[in-house]
């Protein structure tokens, strides 16, 4: 994890989302897998939800008490309430906001090489670093990139008849994240 | 699949691509996932080589020649010559062209109700439908897609750390089309 290369896809993915889902119909947006899972709007709400509770937070509980004190659980649902009756423009705006506000906060660390390897307490996985905390960041903007794309192909998975086969996202089955 | 429901994601990929790609250091768009595996410069040289020999062409075929004239064959390392030399940028922008045109020769159609049920042959798949044809290509966008954050995610694969367990998008294998 390098921050010059971790900042780039931070800062490119609230405009990737918005190119993708603003203007389109809520029956690509508002769709999921079926039940207990996710739509694209829900996706986009519990982004926003980590932005707020989890990366920045975390870094700054790593970086003033070390692993004497955990972070604070996340809440998987936590996007539910803050969601309900905003529109996806809504929530892509806010998500854009809000990854803008986080990215002002990491430049306001003055993070230096040394930071990198300083330790944290997960209250799941236990010991974990701000580099594997920061990459961690990265990686879930792309996994819910991955997931969106899923969810959505999902809605057309009977629609493509024979194509099935060479389209692997109807395949993925989602290597969802413990409950 | 329905016109105007495939139509606004088609229309949205190439500026999704454009925002999440341009400008990102060539670390994470021309990386692959091992040998014989694509880099995300690889496949919007791929989108661009269907774009230009795949779906209207195909279209085409079917509504004029309907079973007795079979596709022509996809050449799935097509891209690799016409990319040699482009940058990332270059691509996207023939990208968002080739997509357009597209668009604009799908609306010269002038497709009706009835003609999404015409029938033509895939040259491996057998008889397939013009509207599993066009799901199709609304589906290979969003593997695409998949397949690049998937690609992108790989890089970080170790950096996560612990993290590794809570995200799905480092566990998705590529569910990879027959070769």
Same mark, same amino acid.
């Given at each position: 994890?390098?921050?010059?290369?971790? #900042?780039? #896809?931070?800062?490119?993915?609230?405009?990737?989302? $918005?190119?993708?889902?603003?203007?389109?119909?809520?029956? @690509?947006?508002?769709?999921?897998?079926?039940?207990?899972?996710?739509?694209?709007?829900? %996706?986009?709400?519990?982004? %926003?939800?980590?932005?707020?509770?989890?990366?920045?937070?975390?870094? =700054?509980?790593?970086?003033?008490?070390?692993?004497? =004190?955990?972070?604070?659980?996340?809440? =998987? @649902?936590?996007? *539910?309430?803050?969601?309900?009756?905003?529109?996806?423009?809504?929530?892509?705006?806010?998500? *854009?906001?809000?990854?803008?506000?986080?990215?002002?906060?990491?430049?306001?660390?003055?993070?230096?090489?040394?930071?990198?390897?300083?330790?944290?307490?997960?209250?799941?996985?236990? %010991? !974990?670093?701000?580099?594997?905390?920061?990459?961690? @960041?990265? !990686?879930?903007?792309?996994?819910?990139?991955?997931? %969106?794309?899923? !969810?959505?192909?999902?809605? $057309?998975?009977?629609?493509?008849?024979?194509?099935?086969? $060479?389209?692997? !996202?109807?395949?993925?089955?989602?290597?969802?994240?413990?409950?």
């Amino acid at each position: 994890m390098e921050l010059s290369q971790a #900042i780039p #896809i931070l800062s490119a993915a609230p405009a990737a989302l $918005y190119a993708l889902l603003h203007g389109l119909p809520e029956a @690509w947006t508002r769709c999921n897998e079926g039940e207990n899972t996710w739509s694209a709007f829900e %996706i986009v709400g519990h982004l %926003i939800h980590a932005e707020r509770t989890n990366w920045i937070p975390r870094a =700054r509980i790593l970086l003033l008490s070390g692993e004497a =004190r955990p972070f604070e659980p996340f809440d =998987r @649902w936590g996007h *539910a309430r803050e969601s309900q009756g905003k529109s996806m423009e809504q929530l892509l705006e806010d998500f *854009a906001r809000a990854r803008a506000e986080s990215l002002a906060d990491l430049r306001a660390l003055h993070l230096q090489p040394e930071h990198f390897a300083r330790r944290g307490r997960h209250p799941a996985l236990g %010991i !974990v670093t701000l580099s594997e905390l920061l990459a961690a @960041w990265v !990686v879930h903007d792309l996994t819910h990139l991955h997931q %969106i794309s899923r !969810v959505m192909a999902y809605q $057309y998975r009977e629609a493509v008849g024979p194509w099935s086969v $060479y389209l692997g !996202v109807l395949h993925c089955a989602g290597h969802g994240a413990p409950a």
